[in-house]
């Protein structure tokens, strides 16, 4: 007879996953989005299927994406090296912070904010 007791599972919250992808875009530069912007743009996805607000994903989720929608500056000498940061740091983000292994990490240039070049800002 097995007397081995499981510790149980852990799942985490739609919402604690997004409230860290922002997080962790935020502070990276040529990022023109605030926290609650960024926080609004995270969508997340098991397999093709969106997961709603609120929602628990199992820690061992392997089918995890994250996508996120983000607004770079005209400034940033490169959009792509901008996108490539935050993906890089939302990934690194869920692993460190939350134990959690997203499949993709996906991250679209929405808009671009040319305010600081054309002397409007």
């Given at each position: 007879?097995n007397?081995?007791?499981?510790?149980?599972?852990?799942?985490?919250?739609?919402?604690?996953?997004?409230?860290?992808?922002a997080r962790?875009?935020?502070?990276?530069?040529?990022v023109?989005?605030?926290?609650?912007?960024?926080?609004?743009?995270?969508?997340?996805f098991?397999?093709?299927?969106a997961?709603?607000?609120?929602?628990?994903?199992p820690?061992e989720?392997?089918?995890?994406?994250?996508?996120?929608r983000?607004?770079?500056?005209?400034?940033a000498?490169?959009?792509?090296l901008?996108?490539?940061?935050?993906?890089?740091?939302?990934?690194?983000?869920?692993?460190?912070?939350?134990?959690?292994?997203?499949?993709?990490v996906?991250v679209?240039?929405?808009?671009?904010?040319?305010?600081?070049?054309?002397?409007?800002?």
């Open positions: 007879m007397t081995e007791k499981s510790p149980g599972f852990i799942r985490l919250s739609t919402t604690t996953i997004a409230e860290v992808a962790a875009a935020v502070h990276i530069e040529g023109r989005d605030d926290f609650e912007r960024l926080l609004k743009a995270v969508e997340l098991r397999g093709e299927d997961l709603p607000h609120g929602e628990k994903v820690l989720a392997q089918d995890l994406v994250v996508r996120l983000i607004t770079v500056s005209a400034s000498p490169s959009f792509f901008v996108a490539q940061r935050v993906q890089k740091s939302v990934f690194d983000a869920l692993c460190s912070r939350l134990g959690i292994v997203p499949s993709r996906h679209e240039v929405q808009n671009v904010d040319w305010s600081d070049l054309d002397g409007r800002g």
